[in-house]
């Protein structure tokens, strides 16, 4: 599974951004796409997460800022970013797990400015 990630970018903080990822290849269900980010000096952590029926899992520190959401049919995660903190800047790689393995993205810089 090869996974595309776009969008991401520059924001005043409490603004929005959005990122997506296609994934293809994929030769059976996705069971898990989701995002996760790393920002400079600190380990990757879990963003957020979206099984194939919906089922959503946030890190605390975005609940109630951002939405995650999939499209089944066309492979794609997406990641709706509000409210943006200074904080929320880091690589965000977007990541798939199916029955063959886990793969990743190649990230996506979002940067929020003070």
């Known amino acids: 599974v090869q996974l595309q990630a776009s969008g991401g970018g520059l924001v005043q903080a409490g603004g929005s951004l959005s990122v997506s990822c296609a994934a293809s290849?994929?030769?059976?269900?996705?069971?898990?796409m989701g995002w996760y980010r790393q920002a400079p000096g600190k380990q990757r952590e879990l963003v957020a997460t979206?099984?194939?029926?919906?089922?959503?899992d946030y890190t605390d520190s975005v609940k109630g800022r951002f939405t995650i959401s999939r499209d089944n049919a066309q492979n794609t995660v997406y990641l709706q970013m509000n409210s943006l903190k200074p904080e929320d800047t880091a690589v965000y790689y977007c990541?798939?797990?199916?029955?063959?393995?886990?793969?990743w993205g190649q990230g996506t810089q979002v940067t929020v400015s003070s």
């Open positions: 290849g994929v030769r059976f269900y996705i069971h898990v």
């Open positions: 979206v099984s194939r029926y919906g089922s959503t």
């Open positions: 990541y798939a797990r199916t029955i063959e393995g886990n793969s």
